[in-house]
C-alpha cells in the first residue's frame, strides 16, 4: 500500500501524478522499462502516441498482475518520449490506469529509442503488498 504526498507549498499536481509517494512494508519491484510490443514481440501502433502509450502500460499491467500486484501498487513512473507534446496529450490514456493515489513520473523527451518505430518506454517502480505478491516460478 502507498499513500501520495502533495505539500501545500509547492506548486499542485496537474495530471495524474502525486508529488511523493510514501512506501510501506510489501514487495519492491522493479520493472524493466517496457515499449509498445505485443506478445510476439510487433511493434504496435506505429506513429500513435497514445495507442503505444495504451500498449505500454497493458505491458506493465501484464508483468505486475504475474506477480500479483496491481497498476496501484506502482509507486513511480520514469517515462521516455521522442515526442513530449504528443506524449503530453495521451494524459486521459493514463487516467484509463491510474487512480488516487497517482505515483510520482519524471518525463524526459529523448532522440529515438532502439526501434525507430516506438515513441515511448516506461519503467516503473511497485510495492506489492506481502500477502498479494506470488514470487515468479
Given at each position: 500500500m502507498v499513500d501520495s504526498f502533495n505539500p501545500p507549498d509547492v506548486w499542485a499536481p496537474f495530471g495524474a501524478f502525486s508529488m511523493a509517494v510514501i512506501q510501506g512494508d510489501g514487495q519492491v519491484v522493479?520493472?524493466?522499462g517496457q515499449v509498445a510490443l505485443d506478445r510476439d514481440g510487433n511493434v504496435v501502433?506505429?506513429?500513435?502516441?497514445?495507442?503505444?502509450?495504451?500498449?505500454?502500460?497493458e505491458n506493465i499491467r501484464t508483468v505486475l498482475a504475474a506477480l500479483g500486484g496491481t497498476m496501484g501498487d506502482i509507486?513511480?513512473?520514469t517515462q521516455y518520449a521522442t515526442d513530449i507534446e504528443l506524449f503530453m496529450q495521451s494524459g486521459d490514456v493514463?487516467?484509463?490506469?491510474?487512480?488516487?493515489?497517482?505515483?510520482?513520473?519524471?518525463?524526459?523527451?529523448?532522440?529515438?529509442?532502439?526501434?525507430?518505430?516506438?515513441?515511448i518506454e516506461i519503467t516503473a517502480i511497485a510495492e506489492i503488498p506481502r500477502d498479494s505478491f506470488r514470487h515468479p516460478a
Open positions: 522493479h520493472l524493466k501502433g506505429k506513429g500513435d502516441m497514445r495507442a503505444q502509450v495504451r500498449q505500454v502500460l509507486v513511480s513512473l493514463r487516467q484509463e490506469f491510474f487512480t488516487d493515489p497517482y505515483p510520482v513520473t519524471t518525463t524526459v523527451e529523448v532522440s529515438r529509442l532502439y526501434h525507430t518505430d516506438l515513441m
